[in-house]
């Protein structure tokens, strides 16, 4: 029996069908499932922000082992470096059968000079180099069965709670790397705000993001469908998330919490009413690290590949002409010369 | 940049990154997931039984024809969904395969659709801008080789076909309509035409054996093959079931018992347990086999004569220079041709010309004629004329001089 699902498609030849019975085909949800995790999965996160924000804890505490640079190198040095270098530490985690090779890209050095101009370029150029190694080895003949994928999915950046507004610093970081890369804005050491403050800050940071034309993750023009629309607009609003970071494990109520403990009471970390790191760490790892994923390879390498062809004038939608004989050598003559 | 070596950790707490098969099967199935079937076989053999019994349903078939002049293929595609999967299912069969009398090209249509598929993507894939996980997918997944129940061996046509198709799609073969077979027979058969598959150097498809999961039931499985299907979509009452089922006035063949046929064996292994396989192969090995292929035919290597990695812009340079110097060539060509046609029809021109002229001279020369026949002609009448003028005004002297003579004489009697 064909149901008359004409009506929703344009396409005249595709008819819905119903089953009369079982099939198997959500069998293949399981398939899908057991291939992921075998295969295991690529994860790269870039934090950028000024010495002292809080980047290493933060990301040890969302990932909760030692995976920032300053947990691994065997000779740190808290020094502040005289020019922005990127870092670059990978490490395997697994959890219940799921293998991640997860990257954290350090960036010491922002920010902290007297003179901060063009800071960003390491950390543009570093991108840029990412989505060009992944495009070398797409054009390649031979290619390998899997692109080892170095790319950055998401770049967290760090604001300091000054309660204020965005600095320039932070506008002009934003505005350049929006565009090529899912920034994901949160308030460091939010410890130092109250709610009201917090709040008010927020708004106002919200407000300078929209004047400035700044797009951060999850940016509203790669919602696909009104529910993802309805969850996306919701995380958009209580964006940038105030975070608190510590690796430390305090008793309250006789459960071990992780929280900074001061004089005046213990901030527990993952508790929601003190700050929004749950937040952040579902944001990024629970719910929408796919779709961080997906928005990288589907957006912003797109974009780079675009703009990298179109500039070297590789057409490769003409490799397919030149190899057929010309048939119309007028014609053909128009199209090659509004190609040059 | 520098990097530590990878080492693994341990992690403290629950992070929650196991979930990321869980968001990935989500996300897809809000996209929805696709599968191309094709089906070859002789007309009338089964196909779209089977098809429809697979699918638990009825496909939009009409009976074809024994008398098409070639082969061609025939592809509808389905949306199908089963709880919240959604399946974008495309059946493409043959029409008119095994008909012929000349059957030395009946593969070709069924190798160009396979390549065309490839091709479309291949020509997404390299766009500027492109739309690749948008693209709706019609590369071939899976192809159902029919064999006939002869229960001897394969045909020719079967192996030439499955030869000329082992490197391009993941060839599933079944034996239709099994229930002609005995079961002492079908295995001898199966047995058969496995070894003429191996002596022949066919690539069927072996269900994979990587994953501990379902490498069991796969190896198992791989020694059933080819499958022997029977297909119906009627239902006949056994015991107190209604099950799907061939009557006969023997007995009744039910297609979904194990024993009777090896029809839920192909659904287990096509669909539950290696769909996303077959995908994957077809991504990773067919098409890259495809496009390897083409971009080779095309001029591109990933290595340059010495050697040296040469980068895909630079083989594209040189290859671009080539097209316009061909381009050139071509319109100096057509110029020179041009030219060539102008001189030819110029001389065809000249050569009326002349022809025009020497006419009008002949002509010319043929009116002075005629006018000086004539004058000759006047001039003989003036000359008459002139003669007979004089003789006359001689006659009329003398006729004159004989009267004045007459007159005298009369004259002078009278005196």
Redesign the interface.
């Known amino acids: ?2 149901t008359a ?1 004409h009506a929703n ?1 344009p ?1 005249p ?17 399981d ?8 295969a295991g ?1 690529e ?1 790269n996160i870039m934090v950028v922000g000024q010495s002292g924000l809080g980047k290493s804890t933060l990301v040890n505490t ?6 920032s640079r300053k947990s ?1 190198t065997p000779n740190y040095e808290e020094k502040i470096s005289k020019t922005v270098k ?13 293998k ?2 997860l990257t954290v890209i350090d960036t010491p050095g922002f920010g902290d000079q007297i003179n901060n101009d063009n800071c960003w370029d390491p950390i543009v150029k ?1 991108i840029n180099e990412q989505y060009e190694k992944y495009l ?1 080895e797409e ?5 390998k ?1 899997r692109i080892p994928d170095s790319r950055v999915h998401c770049c967290i950046y760090f604001l300091p709670a000054t309660g204020h507004r965005l600095r320039p610093i932070d506008v002009e970081f934003m505005k350049r790397l929006g565009k090529i890369v899912s920034i994901v804005p949160v308030i460091a050491k939010a410890d130092t705000l109250t709610i009201e403050e917090r709040h008010e800050f927020k708004e106002r940071i919200r407000e300078d993001l929209t004047v400035n034309g700044i797009d951060v993750y999850p940016q509203r023009e790669y919602d ?2 009104p529910e993802e629309r309805v969850l996306n607009d919701r995380i958009r609003e209580s964006l940038p998330f105030a975070v608190v970071g510590t ?1 430390k494990e305090h008793q309250v109520n006789g459960n071990k919490v992780l929280g900074r403990k001061t004089k005046w009471g213990i901030i527990e970390v993952e508790n929601v009413a003190h700050c929004e790191f749950a937040n952040l ?2 944001l990024l ?7 961080l994923k ?1 928005v990288t390879h ?1 957006v912003h390498y ?1 974009t780079y ?2 703009r990298r ?2 500039e ?1 004038n ?7 002409r ?2 057929r004989p ?1 048939e119309n ?1 007028c014609a ?2 128009c199209e ?1 010369d509004s190609h040059l | 940049i520098w990097l530590t070596s990878i080492r693994p950790l341990s992690l403290a707490g629950h992070v929650g990154f196991d979930s990321l098969p869980d968001q990935l099967v989500n996300k897809s199935i809000c996209q929805g997931f696709c599968f191309n079937i094709l089906c070859i076989g002789e007309t009338g053999i089964g196909k779209s039984t089977l098809m429809d019994t697979l699918f638990n349903t009825n496909f939009e078939n009409f009976e074809s024809s024994h008398f098409e002049p070639q082969v061609k293929l025939r592809a509808q595609t389905y949306d199908l969904q089963e709880s919240n999967v959604r399946l974008r299912l495309t059946v493409v069969n043959t029409v008119g395969f095994g008909d012929q009398m000349n059957k030395q090209e009946s593969y070709q249509p069924v190798v160009d659709y396979i390549d065309r598929q490839f091709e479309s993507y291949l020509q997404e894939e390299l766009k500027i801008k492109r739309s690749l996980h948008n693209y709706h997918d019609s590369r071939v997944h899976a192809c159902l080789y029919f064999i006939s129940p002869s229960g001897h061996s394969l045909k020719s046509l079967d192996l030439v076909t499955m030869k000329k198709l082992d490197s391009k799609v993941n060839i599933i073969p079944v034996i239709a309509k099994a229930d002609t077979i005995s079961k002492s027979e079908l295995h001898k058969f199966k047995i058969k035409i496995m070894s003429e598959l191996v002596s022949n150097g066919v690539q069927i498809y072996q269900f994979p054996l990587d994953d501990e999961t379902v490498a069991k039931v796969n190896t198992t499985m791989n020694g059933h093959l080819p499958f022997a299907v029977v297909g119906s979509t009627e239902e006949v009452s056994v015991g107190n079931k209604m099950v799907k089922a061939r009557q006969y006035p023997w007995g009744v063949v039910q297609v979904e018992n194990e024993s009777h046929c090896d029809f839920v064996k192909l659904r287990e292994m096509l669909i539950c347990v290696n769909m996303e396989d077959l995908r994957e192969q077809t991504h990773t090995r067919h098409y890259e086999l495809y496009r390897r292929c083409k971009l080779e035919e095309m001029g591109f290597k990933d290595t340059g004569p010495e050697c040296k990695p040469v980068s895909l812009q630079q083989t594209y340079e040189a290859k671009r220079q080539e097209f316009l110097v061909e381009l050139q060539k071509r319109e100096d060509e057509m110029r020179q041709m041009f030219v060539q046609r102008v001189k030819e029809k110029e001389s065809e021109l000249k050569e009326a010309e002349r022809e025009l002229q020497s006419r009008f001279e002949q002509l010319k020369r043929l009116h002075a004629d005629e006018k000086s026949a004539l004058e000759e002609k006047k001039r003989l009448l003036d000359d008459d004329q002139s003669s007979f003028g004089k003789r006359r005004a001689a006659a009329q002297l003398l006729q004159a001089q004989s009267l004045t003579a007459n007159g005298k004489k009369d004259k002078d009697r009278k005196k």
């Open positions: 029996m064909i699902a498609n396409n030849y595709i008819q819905g069908t119903d089953l009369f019975g079982y099939v198997g085909i959500e069998a293949v949800l398939q899908m499932r057991r291939k992921t995790i075998k999965l994860f969302l990932f909760k082992s030692k995976v691994c990127l870092h670059s530490v990978s490490h395997v985690i697994e959890e219940k059968g799921v991640m090779k570093h070398r054009i390649n003949i031979n290619r069965r696909e469908d690796d760490r579902d790892i629970r719910s929408h690290l796919q779709d997906d589907d797109e590949r675009v062809l179109n070297s590789v057409d490769f939608s003409d490799l397919s030149s190899a010309l050598g053909d003559k090659s």
